[in-house]
């Protein structure tokens, strides 16, 4: 009894002891000036019991840490969210563009009203540049390659994204259209060459349509190599449904559009295509008709990395090329945040090694499209796949210039 006795009292002496001794810690310490603190009862009580003392010693930063740090440079997330980090520019407006001339331009398209399935497109851009913010200009060289796009002849910038209305598609596209003209008109900043080139961050793949209209402008007729697990070469009528006009120009139709304007050569080639058609026969007659030859999803199976390459380079020969990228040519293991994902797709790894082998190519343009962040990963699969096939198509254009 005696030892039970003794066990509490000790208990006691140490776990009552420290409220009282924390207490009067508190308050020697703590003090605030009367007329910082707020009049009431409770501010009062608060007043009485934490006090600041009048001269609290000072700690110095055992790093030697000055005053004189550099809080401008040396982070990649810090201010806005740009791709790859670059310097940001409103290439839209002309009096901010004037000076300030650049040779490859990043632009936005956020707009997803185009689409079949599900929306959410409009968010791509920002998603992308989010999956890029590891990537910066003085940390960018290639493993494969040894070189950084980023320290070469071109200058490049993110022009933020073009302010497109969502209630109406004809006038948000009539927004891109000017958009993609006035971006791609202004002089480049190597004097060597006419017109810098855009790449475009979707937005739903009907924005392609305007970068085609901008990209025939300045270049003249182009081969399309299409990424992607759909043909998209849809006549209205059939993905449209013959509603109206407005309803018939959309995510699948635009290369038919496209056709249609005379801005697309018959040298053009679809590449990872898996999705079903809505005619047995009809489709494909029409694709063949739009200008496209097709590279199915399963024959990389057959004839490897290496055989796609060859079959695309044989197709579009040395005509100028614009590159779109639909993400949804991945399988949704590797990039699920897609509108109308096909399951049965290529890797990233398959697709970045494709895109590198297209080294040699003229390319006028490019994009990466139909990015719904809403659907990704908590570790973002499909922004940070999105984000290294820009990088790619960085790369192809500033290995291969293009005069007219």
Same mark, same amino acid.
């Given at each position: 009894?005696?030892?039970?006795?003794?066990?509490?009292?000790?208990?006691?002496?140490?776990?009552?002891?420290?409220?009282?001794?924390?207490?009067?810690?508190?308050?020697?310490?703590?003090?605030?000036?009367?007329?910082?603190?707020?009049?009431?009862?409770?501010?009062?009580?608060?007043?009485?019991?934490?006090?600041?003392?009048?001269?609290?010693?000072?700690?110095?930063?055992?790093?030697?840490?000055?005053?004189?740090?550099?809080?401008?440079?040396?982070?990649?997330?810090?201010?806005?969210?740009?791709?790859?980090?670059?310097?940001?520019?409103?290439?839209?407006?002309?009096?901010?563009?004037?000076?300030?001339?650049?040779?490859?331009?990043?632009?936005?398209?956020?707009?997803?009203?185009?689409?079949?399935?599900?929306?959410?497109?409009?968010?791509?851009?920002?998603?992308?540049?989010?999956?890029?913010?590891?990537?910066?200009?003085?940390?960018?060289?290639?493993?494969?390659?040894?070189?950084?796009?980023?320290?070469?002849?071109?200058?490049?910038?993110?022009?933020?994204?073009?302010?497109?209305?969502?209630?109406?598609?004809?006038?948000?596209?009539?927004?891109?259209?000017?958009? !993609?003209?006035?971006?791609?008109?202004?002089?480049?900043?190597?004097?060597?060459?006419? !017109?810098?080139?855009?790449?475009?961050?979707?937005?739903? !793949?009907?924005?392609?349509?305007?970068?085609?209209?901008?990209?025939?402008?300045?270049?003249?007729?182009?081969?399309?190599?299409?990424?992607?697990?759909?043909?998209?070469?849809?006549?209205?009528?059939?993905?449209?449904?013959?509603?109206?006009?407005?309803?018939?120009?959309?995510?699948?139709?635009?290369?038919?559009?496209? !056709?249609?304007?005379?801005?697309?050569?018959?040298?053009?080639?679809?590449?990872?295509?898996?999705?079903?058609?809505?005619?047995?026969?009809?489709d494909m007659r029409n694709d063949v008709r739009c200008g496209f030859s097709t590279i199915k999803a399963r024959?990389?199976?057959?004839?490897?990395?290496?055989?796609?390459?060859?079959?695309?380079?044989?197709?579009?020969?040395?005509?100028?090329?614009?590159?779109?990228?639909?993400?949804?040519?991945?399988?949704?293991?590797?990039?699920?945040?897609?509108?109308?994902?096909?399951?049965?797709?290529?890797?990233?790894?398959?697709?970045?090694?494709?895109?590198?082998?297209?080294?040699?190519?003229?390319?006028?343009?490019?994009?990466?499209?139909?990015?719904?962040?809403?659907?990704?990963?908590?570790?973002?699969?499909?922004?940070?796949?999105?984000?290294?096939?820009?990088?790619?198509?960085?790369?192809?254009?500033?290995?291969?210039?293009?005069?007219?």
């Amino acid at each position: 009894m005696k030892l039970n006795t003794m066990y509490f009292w000790n208990l006691f002496l140490i776990f009552g002891a420290l409220p009282v001794e924390a207490q009067e810690s508190q308050r020697r310490i703590f003090t605030p000036e009367q007329k910082l603190v707020p009049q009431g009862i409770h501010n009062a009580i608060c007043i009485e019991r934490f006090k600041f003392p009048e001269n609290l010693p000072r700690t110095k930063s055992s790093l030697g840490i000055n005053d004189n740090v550099d809080i401008i440079t040396g982070s990649q997330f810090n201010g806005l969210a740009t791709y790859a980090n670059l310097p940001y520019l409103n290439c839209l407006s002309d009096n901010e563009a004037e000076g300030n001339a650049y040779d490859i331009a990043i632009l936005g398209a956020p707009f997803d009203t185009g689409v079949t399935a599900r929306p959410g497109a409009r968010y791509g851009p920002r998603g992308i540049r989010i999956g890029s913010e590891r990537i910066a200009p003085d940390f960018a060289w290639s493993v494969y390659t040894g070189r950084n796009p980023f320290k070469s002849w071109a200058t490049i910038v993110d022009c933020g994204d073009v302010p497109l209305t969502w209630l109406d598609n004809n006038v948000a596209l009539a927004q891109l259209n000017k958009a !993609h003209t006035v971006v791609s008109g202004r002089k480049a900043a190597n004097e060597s060459f006419a !017109h810098p080139r855009i790449i475009t961050l979707g937005g739903d !793949h009907t924005t392609t349509l305007s970068a085609l209209r901008s990209t025939y402008k300045r270049w003249g007729e182009v081969s399309v190599i299409h990424f992607d697990s759909h043909i998209d070469t849809w006549d209205p009528k059939v993905l449209g449904g013959g509603i109206s006009d407005y309803a018939g120009l959309n995510h699948g139709t635009f290369l038919h559009i496209a !056709h249609e304007e005379g801005l697309i050569r018959h040298t053009s080639v679809h590449a990872g295509i898996r999705a079903p058609l809505a005619r047995r026969k009809g489709d494909m007659r029409n694709d063949v008709r739009c200008g496209f030859s097709t590279i199915k999803a399963r024959d990389l199976d057959k004839v490897g990395v290496a055989g796609v390459i060859s079959q695309i380079k044989d197709r579009v020969g040395d005509s100028k090329v614009y590159i779109s990228v639909d993400i949804d040519v991945l399988d949704p293991a590797f990039a699920p945040a897609t509108g109308t994902p096909e399951v049965g797709g290529w890797t990233t790894r398959e697709l970045l090694t494709i895109l590198d082998g297209l080294n040699g190519f003229n390319i006028v343009g490019a994009d990466v499209v139909e990015v719904s962040p809403i659907y990704d990963t908590t570790g973002q699969t499909t922004a940070l796949a999105a984000a290294e096939v820009v990088l790619s198509l960085i790369q192809l254009m500033v290995e291969n210039p293009v005069k007219l």
